[in-house]
Nanobody
């Protein structure tokens, strides 16, 4: 069992930056692939990036590539999402998730554990 708690969301102006954190409790954090998703009311949940269990590989969709960076510190059981050059369309609730996989997982249905989410609002 893994519990995930996101933090770091808030209100930021267009072009600004935020760093989200996701702290995990439970066993064997370093054996899980981690992902970040976001969701706007009325829309499907969107994958914004993933990182493998070791942290050596990441993946981003084109919508955030070059602006978002995922990293993890397995000694602290924490995964991060660094978001730069934020746009109004990045406004959403952001979730971290853990999957029992050593590879990057893009599909939300393959994640086993989810955090409660943190709101990110980008004002223009």
């Amino acid at each position: 069992q893994v519990q995930l708690v996101e933090s770091g969301g808030g209100l930021v102006q267009t072009g600004g930056s935020l760093r989200l954190s996701c702290a995990a409790s439970g066993r064997a954090f370093g054996t899980y692939a981690m992902g970040w998703f976001r969701q706007v009311p009325g829309k499907e949940r969107e994958f914004v990036g993933g990182i493998i269990d070791s942290g050596r590989s990441t993946y981003y969709p084109d919508s955030v590539k070059g602006r978002f960076t995922i990293s993890r510190d397995n000694t602290k059981n924490t995964v991060y999402l660094e978001m730069n050059n934020l746009k109004a369309e990045d406004t959403a609730v952001y979730y971290c998730a853990a999957a029992r996989s050593s590879n990057i997982v893009r599909l939300d249905s393959r994640y086993h554990y989810w955090g409660q989410g943190t709101q990110v609002t980008v004002s223009s």
